[in-house]
């Protein structure tokens, strides 16, 4: 059975790509938000994350999070729709690099 399909993709914001990812994760920090939508940051570009009422409410700018969501057509390019927003802020990131460093040798 080919669950492919059910997958968030782990991605830079830079590396989406609009024309064949559909499911991707970002790590990233809120810069701004604007009504329901969070605009998240990864140093490696910015996206708009449309999300709940309740996740807007629950998120923060400044705040680390990981963004579960589907890339959705817009006129100058996509954007995401927020399925799951985790608060990532007592993530170390120094081990995290670490660790996603030995993860991507293995590929």
């Known amino acids: ?8 993709v782990e991605k830079n914001i830079r590396e989406i790509d609009a024309s064949s990812d559909v499911k991707v994760r970002v790590l990233g920090t809120v810069v701004s938000k604007v009504d329901n ?7 490696t570009g910015t996206v708009q994350v449309a999300v709940s009422q309740d996740m807007a409410l629950n998120v923060s700018e400044s705040q680390l999070v990981r963004v579960f969501g589907r890339l959705r057509l817009s006129g100058d390019g996509f954007d995401l729709y927020g399925e799951i927003v985790q608060n990532m802020s007592k993530l170390n990131l120094k081990q995290y690099g670490v660790v996603m460093g ?6």
């Open 1 to 8: 059975m080919d669950c492919s399909g059910n997958v968030f």
């Open 102 to 107: 030995y993860y991507n040798e293995m590929d």
């Open 37 to 43: 939508s969070i605009f998240v940051d990864d140093g």
